[in-house]
């Protein structure tokens, strides 16, 4: 799926498939979870019926008119089966191109030291596969040895190539993409057919599209409108009778069809569609309609600050000893307590030893027991065969370990960590025991463009909040530079949550950006939650979106564009209603006309003829649906505006505008139509 191909537009091709799908469509079994489109559907039929046998129904004086509503209402119909399709059609155009790039290929599989070469469909979850330069990843699955590129734009169109690495939150690799240098040693994640490109094709093909609670609520309200609009035209005909008024079958099919919503009951599900569509044209994954529509109500969002705010690639850039200790002293024990350490940050450590040309004795550690980096301790280190046990970790954290077995903490390394932490890096205290050797500075930059977008957020209304592991001074230095409300730092996975339970408990709808495995609690309480693809495994399938341009930042348009999708429903609904009030006033005196001729000082519109003025109604009823296409495709347009403002602005422009097109509409049709009959 390149840029271009998404951002095509309608091609013929696609036209004509939407027309074949929309007679696809006609299937009663299908038309019936569309209950407006299916009252239309049983009238058409009904209608036919009439047409085909005037003799049986009685009805050979009215032959061409009858011919002329079944048409009408047929096309009625295929609109919005034509509306659903075109909708549907950029998805399937995506999973084509998807599924190109998801071809049988082979996979090295590791067995003992041994590999063996197999298609990559007999791959299973856990098995450990070797990829190397210029070959494709087999699948879904977390790097455990090694570091390369990857050129990652069958996915997301994006043809930078990006780092994959064992450890830390970069681990994670995606089937159909390719090394592009080095070599990986990756364990398999996911079992044949449920990897992210089937969900991704899954997802655009709109296969598991299911309606979302506002939808519902919409629909049930819809159905309301009709069995209401029902029983009125049924009970209609037998009143009309007692008066010796007689109605006929197709003119009172005519009049209930103009009064159903079928404006927006032909466009409800295309506007759905279309909605989670143009989230996909931003790189956005959305696993459900649902957290699309909840996006449109954010008030608060949370994000973690290392890989989300900042790029992530926290690295050693300076080691400054404190308590009289020496530099070699600190960077021999930071050198040792990072030997094992495969997070970015541990190895950032040896890298920088290397690059200072300094030594140290490695056999030190030999036999020793990793202590692995968890966001619980915020430390990382190995306990010596000797009996000594080395840390490096969050200053607060290593603090506290040293002060627990009775040591002293020396009086510079406050000024030393924050001097770093006022710069907005991370500094990371080395000891032993209870002696304390030193800070690591680890540096990271803040990703470019960061405040003007939380500026946007700040006046669509949404509160910002980063949530951070790190501490309180590295955490108010960056928060600061990226421009958000509030931040929390030293928070614990636990805490992240906590916060989000907090803002849900005053009602808010809170949103979650997060790329590693400790913010996957936090991501999956959020109502929305966005992961970075180049997040970890977890955190992206806690997530109900994935963002592949890894921006946090995007979590703007795709509040915009749930906004947008909610407006755009409301705004088609206010039209249709609206809409469907002016229709009466067009076929209720034609329909009587018909019966009392004397009655035509009802015909306020001055329309041709009764028949003529009712055809007129349908006509103007069936192609609104097409002429609202495009409308309900790209969504009405949204400016960043208070919420009370939008809603009187729409009401305003759809509502008057929905009752006053239908009579100019009708009476620009009758005025042609009149001609012919
Ligand atoms: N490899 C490591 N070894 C020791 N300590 C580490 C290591 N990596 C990070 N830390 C320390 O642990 C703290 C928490 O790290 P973590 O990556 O879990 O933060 P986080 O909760 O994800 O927050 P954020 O991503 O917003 O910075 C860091 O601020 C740092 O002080
Ligand atoms: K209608
Ligand atoms: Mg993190």
Redesign the pocket.
């Known amino acids: 799926m390149s840029r271009n191909e998404k951002n095509k537009t309608l091609s013929s091709a696609a036209v004509k498939r939407a027309i074949v799908d929309s007679f696809v469509k006609l299937n009663p079994v299908t038309m019936m979870k569309n209950p407006v489109m299916f009252v239309v559907e049983v009238g058409t039929v009904i209608v036919l019926l009439m047409a085909l046998f005037p003799n049986f129904f009685d009805s050979q004086d009215r032959i061409g008119f009858n011919v002329a509503v079944f048409f009408i209402l047929l096309f009625t119909v295929l609109f919005a089966g034509f509306a659903e399709a075109i909708a549907e059609g950029r998805g399937k155009a995506q999973a084509y191109s998807l599924k190109k790039s998801k071809q049988e290929m082979t996979a090295n599989k590791l067995m003992g030291s041994l590999i063996t070469v197999i298609s990559s469909t007999e791959l299973r979850k856990g098995d450990i596969v070797v990829v190397s330069q210029g070959e494709m990843i087999p699948g879904d699955g977390e790097v455990i040895e090694g570091l390369a590129s990857v050129d990652e734009s069958a996915i997301t169109g994006e043809s930078a190539p990006v780092i994959k690495e064992a450890g830390g939150d970069f681990n994670s690799v995606t089937g159909g993409t390719r090394v592009v240098s080095d070599s990986i040693k990756m364990r398999m994640t996911s079992e044949p057919g449920q990897s992210f490109i089937d969900r991704m094709i899954a997802l655009v093909e709109g296969a598991k599209r299911q309606k979302t609670p506002n939808e519902i609520a919409l629909n049930t309200l819809l159905f309301s409108l009709t069995i209401i609009f029902l029983i009125v035209v049924v009970t209609l005909a037998p009143i009309a009778n007692y008066l010796d008024i007689k109605l006929e079958v197709p003119v009172l099919i005519a009049l209930l069809v103009c009064l159903i919503p079928t404006t927006i009951g032909g466009l409800l599900s295309a506007i759905g569609i279309a909605g989670m569509d143009r989230v996909t044209k931003f790189n956005v994954l959305a696993m459900s309609g649902k957290a699309v529509e909840a996006a449109g109500d954010i008030n608060t969002m949370i994000l973690?600050?290392?890989?989300?705010i900042t790029f992530g690639n926290r690295m050693a850039s300076e080691l400054v000893p404190v308590g009289g200790n020496s530099i070699n002293q600190l960077s021999e024990w930071a050198a040792i307590s990072s030997i094992k350490?495969e997070?970015p940050?541990?190895r950032s450590v040896l890298e920088w030893m290397t690059k200072q040309g300094k030594s140290y004795d490695s056999t030190i550690a030999d036999g020793g027991e990793f202590i692995e980096?968890k966001?619980e301790t915020?430390?990382?280190g190995i306990d010596l065969l000797d009996g000594r046990h080395v840390r490096?970790?969050?200053v607060d954290a290593v603090k506290k370990w040293v002060a627990a077995q009775g040591g002293e903490i020396p009086s510079d390394l406050e000024q030393v960590s924050n001097t770093i932490a006022k710069l907005g890096g991370?500094p990371?205290a080395v000891a032993v025991d209870n002696k304390l050797y030193g800070v690591i500075y680890l540096k990271d930059t803040v990703k470019p463009g960061m405040k003007e977008r939380f500026d946007t957020l700040r006046e669509m209304g949404i509160k910002t909040i980063m949530?951070?592991?790190?501490?309180p001074l590295t955490a108010a230095t960056i928060a600061k530079e990226a421009g958000v409300d509030e931040f929390i730092a030293e928070?614990k996975p636990e805490d992240k949550i906590a916060v989000i339970r907090r803002e849900q408990a005053e009602g808010k709808m809170v949103a979650m950006t997060g790329d590693?495995t400790?913010?996957a609690p936090a991501l999956a309480q959020a109502d929305v939650g966005l992961a970075m693809n180049s997040g970890t495994i977890a955190a992206k399938e806690a997530a109900n979106m994935v963002d592949l341009d890894s921006d946090p930042s995007k979590i703007i348009e795709v509040v915009a564009i749930g906004k947008q999708l909610l407006m755009t429903r409301g705004a088609l609904t206010t039209f249709s209603i609206a809409n469907d009030i002016a229709k009466y006033f067009a076929i209720i005196p034609a329909m009587f006309m018909l019966a009392i001729p004397e009655m035509g000082a009802l015909n306020i519109m001055r329309l041709g003829s009764p028949l003529s003025a009712i055809l007129s109604a349908l006509i103007f009823n069936a192609i609104i649906i097409p002429l609202l296409i495009p409308l309900a495709i790209k969504g009405v347009k949204y400016k960043p505006m208070s919420g009370a403002r939008l809603l009187s602005r729409n009401v305003f422009i759809y509502g008057l505008g929905g009752v006053i097109v239908p009579f100019v509409g009708i009476k620009l049709i009758d005025l042609i139509v009149h001609v012919w009959i």
Do not use: I, Q, V, W
């Open positions: 973690d600050k290392t890989g989300t350490d997070t940050e541990g980096f966001a915020r430390m990382s490096k970790g969050a991370t990371l949530c951070t592991g790190d501490n928070s590693g400790n913010d």
